[in-house]
């Protein structure tokens, strides 16, 4: 014995069955593409830290490096030198100094301006460099026009004492 409803409940059951398959293809679908997308953010995100991490070491490495020659312009400062070890002094700071500024140049960051503030840094360096030497050389031409003056001293002072006795 059927019912006789059974077209109607069959129709229903298909129906039913036919929203249910559509409802799971379409959930399978959005975790399919989420779980999917969160690879991707992941992956993305990784990359991300790895390259932050990688800019964030060679800030800090420079930022040591800044540091030294900074402690080596104080050093230059503070001490009278020969013209020989000013000179070696100067060198050495210069080095350091290009070397970090090809460190800059040579890497590749995520952002253009992540190492603007060295730059501008080094460029003060190279600056104090250059007052540093102006202020030797007059320092030097004065010590040498000092001693020319006290040797025109002594010679007229040996030109005054031969007068006298004359």
């Known amino acids: 014995m059927k019912p006789l409803n059974h077209k109607k409940r069959i129709v229903s059951q298909l129906q039913f069955m036919l929203v249910f398959l559509i409802t799971l293809i379409v959930i399978f679908c959005s975790s399919f593409f989420a779980i999917s997308a969160g690879k991707k953010g992941i992956n993305v995100l990784e990359t991300k830290h790895a390259e932050y991490n990688k800019v964030f070491e060679k800030q800090a490495a420079i930022t040591f490096e800044i540091d030294e020659i900074t402690k080596l312009i104080y050093k230059l400062k503070n001490k009278k030198r020969t013209l020989g070890e ?9 080095n350091l100094r290009i070397g970090i500024e090809n460190e800059i140049t040579n890497t590749e960051s995520i952002t253009t301006n992540q190492f603007q503030l060295y730059k501008e840094l080094l460029y003060q360096i190279k600056t104090i460099q250059s007052i540093i030497d ?12 000092k001693e020319l003056l006290e040797k025109c001293r002594e010679k007229y002072r040996e030109d005054g004492v031969k007068s006298n006795k004359k």
């Open 86 to 94: 000013h000179k070696q002094f100067q060198s050495l700071i210069s």
């Open 134 to 145: 102006d202020y030797e050389n007059e320092s030097e031409e004065y010590i040498y026009n």
